[in-house]
């Protein structure tokens, strides 16, 4: 007896590097990562263009797109919709939609036609038991090196708190540039950890140490300040 043999996809974890895909979009074609290299990059979906919650989103993420780019990050969104839906979507929202301080919003970022689920599916954008035939709200932050640093998944009915997506871009590139990590609930001026010493002996000194620029609350566990 032959059993049919579906098409499994996973998704991608963070550490990996970003699947490669080409696309037609909004903006014209990418490359991708190519078109991108030394940028940052969020590339998140959405479920269908004309839906509530995602042109709130698509709203909020324009109004920031500016801000993202002096953090050089760059912004890709993705519905399995037609280019055609998608340039209806966003005149639609430009011309029509007025929600909170924001009116006549024009999505500069490049939108994937993804019809044929070829790019949700390699993200594992697809989650069967919300719906086949649309993705998820699925946020991916992807390194200048192209690599996958931080996964969100939200279901399709839970809108995306922008704050925290702007934070974790900042605690990246704030962990890179400082090689550090971050509190719970850090916020960009708050201090910072340093890595735990790898030996008793640097653990000892840690401790010991009166360095103004830092302080230890055990061994294990040490601030550097940051300027207020």
Excluded at 70 to 92: P, Q
Aim: glycine share 4%.
């Amino acid at each position: 007896m032959e059993t049919e043999v579906k098409d499994v996809f996973s998704m991608p974890r963070i550490g990996d590097e970003a699947p490669h895909f080409f696309a037609r979009t909004t903006q014209g074609d990418i490359n991708f990562p190519k078109d991108y290299k030394g940028k940052w990059v969020i590339l998140f979906s959405h479920p269908a263009d004309f839906t509530p919650v995602c042109t709130t989103e698509f709203m909020t993420f324009a109004s920031m797109q500016e801000e993202f780019k002096k953090m050089n990050v760059e912004l890709i969104g993705l519905s399995i919709d037609s280019i055609y839906a998608h340039i209806a979507w966003l005149r639609t929202i430009k011309e029509k939609i007025k929600w909170k301080d924001m009116e006549n919003v024009e999505v500069n970022f490049p939108v994937i036609e993804d019809i044929k689920m070829e790019v949700a599916n390699k993200f594992g954008m697809i989650s069967p038991k919300e719906s086949t035939t649309q993705a998820v709200r699925a946020v991916f932050f992807i390194d200048p090196e192209a690599k996958i640093r931080t996964i969100m998944y939200y279901p399709q009915s839970l809108g995306r708190n922008f704050a925290e997506i702007k934070r974790v871009i900042q605690g990246l590139q704030k962990a890179d540039k400082e090689a550090v990590a971050t509190p719970a609930n850090w916020q960009p001026g708050d201090d910072v950890i340093v890595p735990a010493p790898g030996s008793c002996g640097l653990a000892k000194e840690r401790i010991e140490n009166k360095d103004a620029e830092s302080y230890c609350l055990d061994w294990f566990l040490c601030f550097k300040k940051e300027s207020k």
